[in-house]
């Protein structure tokens, strides 16, 4: 039987020559990373901690934590965590241990603590998400040694983000899950791949197969970033019943929030549509009907409908609570059928990408 590694590098347990297509196509994103396959875990809120990171991490992809709202100090511990959890790569001869990224939101407070204590780790990646980092950001966390990676919306962004001094790009369409932008992973992949190719560029946003991860090679990535795919990984600690949401759930299920009242934006939010979806629009309704009815003014009402999810993520991850919680998914959920050992899901995404590429090279 023909291991998962034997499939990257080409050969096959009998010694038969096997197509080194895949290992060809994704070699810059390997480079990259320093890691056996060029699959980011996406930052996901609650998901991405010390147990999923350190285990994409270990079976060769590159495992990011998710900072999120997490003081500095929080970090720290989860940073130093999630290095206990961490093997050495085989072929190293049990030398340095697995990398990792930290992904940060450039709107949380504090920073440059964080990048503080990214230093203080020798993160060897860090993600900035969010919009456009500061330049101070970007030289203080490469002047330690690091790579930065941003996620860039368009190819004009993408070109500014390289001038500012970002190692690579992530290029994330409407398909992903959380916040979302308005384009489509298939149209950013066709605006931005043939163009950018100073830095590698990673895709991301409705990827839940390997077919499709090589199609992205193909057209010029680097590689992939995935999260959907990997929340129902017997190695996540996400509740059982947040993960039966997602084995239960169609891609259509995944709807970004709506927003009622132009004066009042909503950033949009792909989620699993719940109790919740429907309390948020009959929330929006109401507060909207208070501000016109001058009961109170508009700050008030926009603070009232930006607090409406404080806390849900974490009630529908941590606690289970599935029905008013936010159940945060791309439009790949229909492709998660059964929770599984991280490993396993790997070997079907390569798996299928080479069957893809033997099959258009035959």
């Known amino acids: ?146 790579k930065v990676i941003c996620f860039a919306p368009s190819a004009i962004i993408a070109r500014k983000l390289i001038r500012l001094g970002a190692d690579a790009i992530v290029i994330e369409g409407m398909e992903a899950g959380g916040h979302i932008g308005p384009v489509s992973t298939s149209v950013l992949a066709q605006e931005i791949l043939p163009v950018i190719r100073e830095v590698p560029v990673f895709v991301a946003g409705g990827i839940g197969r390997g077919e499709a991860m090589a199609a992205y090679l193909e057209m010029g990535a680097s590689g992939v970033q995935l999260g959907t795919r990997f929340v129902c990984a017997t190695e996540s600690i996400a509740h059982a019943k947040f993960k039966e949401a997602f084995i239960r759930a169609a891609a259509r299920d995944a709807q970004p929030s709506v927003q009622l009242d132009p004066d009042f934006p909503v950033i949009p939010v792909r989620a699993v549509v719940n109790k919740a979806t429907d309390a948020f629009a009959r929330m929006q309704y109401e507060v909207i009907a208070e501000f016109r009815g001058g009961k109170i003014d508009k700050k008030e009402a926009q603070l009232k409908i930006e607090h409406f999810w404080a806390g849900a993520l974490r009630r529908a991850v941590i606690d289970g609570d599935v029905e008013h919680g936010s159940v945060m998914a791309g439009q790949s959920v229909g492709m998660v059928i059964k929770i599984q050992p991280l490993k396993e899901i790997l070997e079907e995404l390569i798996g299928q990408a080479e069957a893809y590429l033997d099959a258009h090279r035959s």
């Open 1 to 146: 039987m023909t291991s998962l590694q034997d499939k990257i590098t080409g050969e096959s347990c009998a010694g038969a020559p096997r197509s080194a297509g895949l290992k060809s196509l994704w070699s810059r994103g390997i480079d990259f990373f320093g890691c056996e396959y060029a699959i980011m875990g996406g930052a996901m809120s609650w998901v991405s901690e010390r147990n999923l990171v350190a285990a994409l991490s270990n079976a060769g992809a590159f495992g990011v934590i998710a900072c999120s709202a997490m003081t500095p100090e929080l970090l720290d511990k989860e940073i130093t965590e999630t290095k206990k959890l961490l093997t050495s790569p085989s072929h190293k001869g049990g030398g340095d241990k697995r990398s990792f990224g930290v992904n940060l939101i450039i709107m949380h407070p504090k920073m440059d603590e964080l990048i503080e204590v990214c230093k203080k780790h020798y993160v060897s990646h860090v993600v900035l998400a969010g919009g456009i980092p500061k330049d101070s950001w970007i030289k203080a966390i490469k002047a330690y040694g690091a």
